[in-house]
C-alpha cells in the first residue's frame, strides 16, 4: 500500500479511536515496539488520540493496559488526548481504528491532502480480504478476550505497517 509522502524529517503516525483509551493506545504502543525492532523509532514517531473527549488526561483503560502487559507491551504512561483538526498539519499517517472513527476524520479534514492521508489501521493486514470487516472491534464493552483479540488484529496491522514503512521509507534494504 502507498504511503502519503512525509513532509519533514520524521514521519509521523496518530492513531485513532473513539476515547484514546482502549484500540488506540494498545496500538500506539504495539506500533511503537515493533518501530523500535525494525530499526526504525528514529525515523517515525507515533501518538494516539480519540475523536472524543470524554476520557482525555486519563490513563489507557485497565483491561487494555493489562493485555499490552500479558504480551510484554508498556502502556502506562498513556495519557488520553483528543484528535484536532490542526493535528493533519503534523501528521503525515492518521489511521482510524473503525469506519465511524474513519468518517469523523474524513469529516474532519481540512483539506483534500489532509483527507487523502487518512486510512484504516487494518488496510495494512495482509490477511484482512474484501469481504473481512476492516475495523478492529471495541472491546471497552467486552471482556478481557475481547482486548486481546484487539491486541491480536492491531499486532498483524502494524506488521503490516511496518513493512510498508521500510519500503516507502527506503529502508527495506536494513530488514
Known amino acids: 500500500m502507498t504511503l502519503p509522502e512525509s513532509r519533514g524529517d520524521t514521519y509521523r503516525i496518530s492513531l485513532v479511536c473513539l476515547g484514546n483509551i482502549c484500540r488506540s493506545p494498545m496500538a500506539e504502543a504495539v506500533l511503537r515496539a515493533r518501530l523500535d525492532e525494525a530499526g526504525l523509532s528514529g525515523r517515525v514517531a507515533v501518538d494516539s488520540a480519540g475523536t472524543g473527549s470524554w476520557h482525555v488526561g486519563e490513563p489507557a483503560d485497565p483491561r487494555a493496559r493489562a493485555a499490552l502487559r500479558r504480551r510484554g507491551y508498556d502502556g ?3 495519557r488520553a488526548r483528543q484528535f484536532g483538526a490542526s493535528w493533519f498539519d503534523s501528521h503525515d499517517l492518521v489511521l482510524a481504528l473503525d469506519h465511524a472513527n474513519l468518517a469523523t476524520l474524513m469529516a474532519m479534514a481540512p483539506t483534500p491532502d489532509a483527507a487523502h492521508r487518512v486510512r484504516l489501521l487494518r488496510s495494512f493486514d495482509e490477511s484482512v480480504t474484501d469481504r473481512d470487516d476492516h475495523a478492529v472491534p471495541d472491546p471497552y464493552y467486552g471482556t478481557d478476550a475481547d482486548f486481546d483479540t484487539g491486541l491480536d488484529i492491531i499486532e498483524r496491522a502494524a506488521d503490516g505497517l511496518v513493512d510498508a514503512l ?10
Open 76 to 78: 502506562e504512561a498513556h
Open 166 to 175: 521500510r519500503w516507502h521509507l527506503g529502508a527495506d534494504q536494513a530488514g
